[in-house]
């Protein structure tokens, strides 16, 4: 098992702003959005714990006390007018509020691994996808072409290109990418990854299907989804056991790890995008703690800097 820090000071030397300068070049920049999964709707939700979770950690919404939450659904794109076809991966934002007010998040995308391992990787990544686009490479020739001087990128580019379209914000698996640390009241640690399950199951389209779609077909479901019942989705903590690392979002753990129920996250009704919202994945509370993932580390900073620009109007 790699070393488990509690420290949450960045470990990179990188601006942030570079980072999120980076981004704005892929496709411009939008004042008002955010930098990355720009196009999303907001909603409403309820989590209600298994209680399981009391074994392996303090947190207050992993006990046995349901809690509000707000929920924002997104495409990946940083181009917030871009159709949801064309957006293949798609993103599940939750913040948790406890009952003395603070909030904790959970950002979680429909693949299961990161394409950098490092915040210099992740900006010579975006450098070299934006390069690469002013030129005539195709989706999957761009891909070919960033694997072959960033093998970390592969496993996360493989799982892009097997997704289909959704047909449901509300029926796809989403992952939260980074391990974590859960902290029990003995102090005992624990490695965890978390994942948002469909109580529906995965759904998808074909690309025809998809390909007659409006282009915010997927907020337009879940409207009409609400009218007749919630979104439901079963938060899942996968136990990292020793070897596993955790300072790497770019490699999934092996697929027999145990898998914990924490409770289901009840998804109600759309409201409109709360202005300060910010959804930044370091946000924790008692009993969790960062695990010595780089990127992970680096996104409190990134997401400030985003969010900064945003409030802004730039």
Same mark, same amino acid.
């Given at each position: 098992?790699?070393?488990?820090?509690?420290?949450s000071?960045?470990?990179?030397?990188?601006?942030?702003?570079?980072?999120?300068?980076?981004?704005?070049?892929?496709?411009?920049?939008?004042?008002?959005?955010?930098?990355? $999964?720009? /196009?999303?709707?907001?909603?409403? &939700?309820?989590?209600? +714990?298994?209680? #399981?979770? @009391? *074994?392996?950690?303090?947190?207050?919404?992993?006990?046995?006390?349901?809690?509000?939450?707000?929920v924002?659904?997104?495409?990946?794109?940083?181009?917030?007018?871009?159709?949801?076809?064309?957006?293949?991966?798609?993103?599940?934002?939750v913040?948790?509020?406890?009952?003395?007010?603070?909030?904790?998040?959970?950002?979680?995308?429909?693949?299961?691994v990161?394409?950098?391992?490092?915040?210099?990787?992740?900006?010579?990544?975006? $450098?070299? /996808?934006?390069?690469?686009?002013? &030129?005539?490479?195709? +989706?999957?020739? #761009?891909? @070919? *072409?960033?694997?072959?001087?960033?093998?970390?990128?592969?496993?996360?580019?493989?799982?892009?290109?097997?997704?289909?379209?959704?047909?449901?914000?509300?029926?796809?698996?989403?992952?939260?990418?980074?391990?974590?640390?859960?902290?029990?009241?003995?102090?005992?640690?624990?490695?965890?990854?978390?994942?948002?399950?469909?109580?529906?199951?995965?759904?998808?389209?074909?690309?025809?299907?998809?390909?007659?779609?409006?282009?915010?077909?997927?907020?337009?479901?879940?409207?009409?989804?609400f009218?007749?019942?919630?979104?439901?989705?079963?938060?899942?903590a996968?136990?990292?056991?020793?070897?596993?690392?955790?300072?790497?979002?770019?490699?999934?753990?092996?697929?027999?790890?145990r898998?914990?129920d924490?409770?289901?996250?009840?998804?109600?009704?759309?409201?409109?995008?709360p202005?300060?919202?910010?959804?930044?994945?370091t946000?924790?509370?008692?009993?969790?703690?960062?695990?010595d993932d780089p990127i992970?580390k680096?996104?409190?900073?990134?997401?400030?800097?985003?969010?900064?620009?945003?409030?802004?109007?730039?």
């Amino acid at each position: 098992m790699n070393k488990l820090e509690s420290e949450s000071e960045h470990s990179s030397s990188l601006p942030a702003a570079e980072a999120v300068d980076a981004i704005e070049n892929l496709s411009g920049v939008h004042p008002g959005y955010r930098r990355a $999964h720009a /196009a999303g709707v907001c909603c409403r &939700g309820l989590f209600r +714990p298994s209680g #399981l979770g @009391k *074994e392996f950690t303090e947190a207050g919404h992993l006990q046995e006390q349901q809690v509000n939450a707000v929920v924002r659904f997104s495409g990946s794109s940083t181009d917030p007018v871009l159709a949801d076809l064309l957006s293949p991966a798609k993103g599940l934002a939750v913040q948790f509020v406890l009952p003395d007010g603070e909030v904790t998040n959970l950002v979680g995308v429909t693949v299961p691994v990161f394409f950098a391992r490092t915040p210099e990787s992740f900006i010579d990544i975006v $450098h070299m /996808a934006h390069r690469l686009r002013t &030129g005539t490479l195709g +989706p999957i020739e #761009l891909m @070919k *072409e960033i694997v072959s001087h960033f093998s970390e990128s592969k496993e996360a580019l493989l799982a892009v290109r097997r997704l289909k379209p959704p047909a449901s914000y509300a029926e796809c698996h989403y992952y939260c990418i980074h391990a974590y640390v859960l902290v029990n009241a003995e102090g005992r640690q624990q490695p965890v990854r978390f994942e948002w399950v469909p109580e529906t199951g995965v759904r998808t389209l074909t690309l025809e299907e998809a390909a007659q779609q409006p282009d915010r077909y997927l907020e337009d479901e879940l409207e009409l989804r609400f009218k007749d019942e919630p979104a439901i989705f079963q938060l899942v903590a996968v136990l990292g056991e020793e070897g596993d690392a955790t300072d790497d979002p770019t490699h999934a753990w092996p697929g027999d790890r145990r898998r914990i129920d924490l409770g289901r996250l009840h998804i109600s009704e759309i409201i409109p995008d709360p202005k300060d919202l910010l959804m930044d994945p370091t946000a924790l509370t008692t009993g969790m703690l960062l695990s010595d993932d780089p990127i992970l580390k680096f996104r409190s900073a990134t997401y400030a800097e985003s969010y900064g620009r945003r409030i802004e109007g730039r």
